[in-house]
């Protein structure tokens, strides 16, 4: 099956500054990549999303990036903010039926 | 936040008892996916219902079972619980299997087996 492995575990990062962190996977049937922020006690929030199709995607201030041939898809958060301090989680999936969920990045946003 | 629904949000059961929990999904949706996610970890699938039919299973041993309703209400069914077993669950429903729409979560139920 699929594997998604995520990096960095915990990232720290000043206000204002950018943010980026790192996916692979392992099975290239992958087609759909949402990336998903978790606050505490609080459930898993799609914030941006990227098919096979595409090489980037942008809103806002976040961006989406994938690497087919090399099977990595990256989530660059900039001008970042305290309110975007929280768990985030990449995923993968070839049918949306089964995703498969890295283990998740800590961003610490200082102010 | 989504229309997605659970209950209870939160639960203490001991070693060797049996949980039920419940996912109501987003009106219009005809798919619920269960995961686990234990403390620190990504969410781990462990069955998807598709139309009342189990569309999908990950590695979990059959004592975890489930249930799909005529209203696309879910049920996730655990026997003989383990100490293993304490962890978030959620639900996550979308609006058709494979049709390429995305799925969105419930709030969770935390589990803590003793």
């Known amino acids: 099956g699929e594997n998604v492995e995520q990096h960095p575990s915990t990232l720290s990062v000043q206000e204002g500054d950018s943010a980026v962190i790192k996916c692979t996977y392992s099975?290239?049937?992958?087609?759909?990549f949402p990336w998903y922020k978790q606050e505490l006690g609080k459930r898993p929030q799609l914030i941006i999303d990227?098919?096979?199709?595409?090489g980037e995607k942008k809103d806002q201030r976040i961006a989406v990036t994938l690497n087919k041939t090399a099977k990595h898809f990256s989530l660059h958060i900039t001008e970042t903010q305290p309110e975007d301090s929280a768990v985030y989680f990449c995923?993968?999936?070839?049918?949306?039926?089964?995703?498969?969920f890295g283990s998740g990045t800590k961003l610490n946003v200082k102010p | 936040e989504t229309g997605v629904t659970q209950s209870p949000t939160h639960l203490i059961k001991t070693r060797g008892q049996q949980v039920t929990l419940r996912c109501s999904s987003q009106?219009?949706?005809?798919?619920v996916s269960w995961y686990q996610q234990a403390l620190g970890q990504g969410p781990q699938f462990i069955f998807q219902y598709y139309r009342e039919e189990e569309n999908g299973r990950g590695n979990f041993p059959p004592r975890f079972s489930g249930l799909q309703f005529p209203n696309y209400s879910s049920e996730l069914n655990v026997n003989a619980l383990e100490l293993d077993d304490s962890a978030l669950y959620l639900c996550?429903?979308?609006?058709?299997?494979?049709?390429?729409?995305?799925?969105?979560f419930g709030p969770g139920t935390r589990l803590l087996v003793l």
């Open positions: 009106s219009g949706h005809n798919t």
């Open positions: 996550a429903s979308s609006l058709e299997a494979g049709g390429g729409e995305t799925q969105y």
């Open positions: 099975d290239s049937a992958s087609n759909y």
């Open positions: 995923a993968a999936t070839h049918n949306f039926n089964k995703f498969y």
């Open positions: 990227i098919r096979s199709n595409v």
